[in-house]
């Protein structure tokens, strides 16, 4: 894991705040209704100080429930530790991997000075090739922690813009649904795709979002390359923890 600098801005390690793509379907995101305050509120607080706390294999080794927390929950290879590091402004905040499945851990960050919240890389899920214990070991520490964890206020679950909900995703929509934790769906990789896919793709993911519980009507796309939906996610991660 790599820590990230506490510093903003022009600090080594820091990367410049993405702005969203304005050529790639740029509409997709209104319907979150944002103020220009809210965004800005939300970039302020995430040019400050975030640094990494402590990774957590097991339960008994996660950090005091001082400060609400959002987690990242996706599939291997969703993006997720791009997401995140776009997301904080950060080029390595997260560890990227070229081998899927890297996370296996609960990766705690704290945001701000004073503290005032946590964000949560959850370890990925859906990795083929993992061996059938780790995953075991994986699903046993996600669901514990989904159930237990009180200051938990919302999950953002990742889902790939070019393939859309799977049943992989699926699985854990519903453990996050049977927790009673609430969580909204964001899209990613959006970039990689026709603007028609995009609100297509975007569609789908509502209309499943619809039908579960738990799920937050409004779906986020983004792409962590081109800082697409990016502003907008940054808000809604401020709107969870209220």
Do not use: C
């Not at 499943?208 to 792409?223: G, L, N, V, Y």
């Amino acid at each position: 894991m790599t820590v990230s600098s506490s510093d903003t801005g022009d600090t080594p390690g820091a990367a410049p705040v993405p702005e969203a793509a304005s050529h790639v379907a740029p509409d997709i995101n209104e319907t979150a209704d944002r103020s220009a305050d809210e965004i800005e509120f939300a970039r302020k607080v995430f040019a400050g100080r975030i640094e990494f706390l402590k990774s957590a294999p097991a339960l008994q080794f996660l950090p005091d429930p001082l400060v609400p927390e959002v987690a990242f929950a996706g599939r291997s290879n969703v993006g997720k530790s791009s997401l995140i590091n776009a997301l904080t402004g950060r080029k390595t905040l997260a560890r990227t991997s070229v081998t899927p499945g890297r996370t296996q851990e609960l990766n705690f960050f704290d945001v701000g000075d004073p503290l005032l919240f946590r964000l949560v890389d959850m370890p990925g899920y859906g990795f083929a090739k993992a061996p059938k214990d780790v995953v075991k070991k994986w699903r046993f520490l996600v669901n514990d922690f989904l159930r237990g964890r009180q200051v938990l206020k919302r999950a953002l679950v990742l889902i790939d813009a070019r393939h859309g909900v799977k049943d992989v995703d699926r699985e854990i929509l519903e453990m996050l649904d049977k927790a009673a934790v609430s969580y909204r769906m964001v899209l990613t990789k959006a970039d990689k795709i026709k603007a028609s896919e995009l609100v297509e793709v975007t569609e789908r993911t509502v209309a499943e979002a619809r039908k579960r519980p738990a799920a937050h009507p409004e779906i986020i796309a983004t792409s962590a390359e081109k800082g697409m939906g990016i502003p907008e996610l940054r808000a809604a991660v401020i709107e969870a923890i209220g």
